[in-house]
């Protein structure tokens, strides 16, 4: 059963960078869509960017295009959200999630719950405003 782990979450100042990790420990994620999802304190989940297996197709939410990236190294069984710039409003705990599709597809941030599994106990981060 996949089980992903989210990682690399932190308190920051407004501006600066962190780069999230989220890994299986029982497979590799190279068939897997992964999308990146975020939760803020009473607000619903939201998307914030997702990748095909062979990260050809990627999406980004608006509030983060530029400033986002989302990246996989199959060597290392993992996929990262390299986040800059920073700002209060991206506080929130960062999930992953994963879709099985080893063939071109693209991917999707609605229903998260419903179209992605494997999902971590997330990691926080932090920046004040």
């Known amino acids: 059963q996949l089980q992903l782990v989210e990682s690399g979450g932190g308190l920051v100042q407004p501006g600066e960078s962190l780069r999230l990790s989220c890994a299986a420990s029982?497979?590799?994620?190279?068939?897997?869509?992964i999308g990146w999802f975020r939760q803020a304190p009473g607000k619903e989940r939201e998307g914030v960017s997702c990748?095909?297996?062979?990260?050809?197709?990627?999406i980004y939410a608006d509030s983060v295009k530029g400033r986002f990236r989302i990246f996989r190294d199959n060597a290392k069984k993992t996929v990262y959200l390299q986040m800059s710039s920073l700002k209060p409003e991206d506080t929130a705990v960062y999930y992953c999630?994963?879709?099985?599709?080893?063939?071109?597809?693209?991917?999707?941030?609605?229903?998260?719950?419903?179209?992605?599994?494997?999902w971590g106990q997330g990691t926080q981060v932090t920046v004040p405003s």
């Open positions: 999630g994963a879709i099985w599709a080893p063939y071109p597809y693209y991917c999707t941030l609605d229903d998260p719950e419903g179209r992605y599994r494997g």
């Open positions: 029982e497979v590799t994620l190279d068939d897997y869509v």
């Open positions: 990748m095909d297996y062979a990260g050809r197709n990627r």
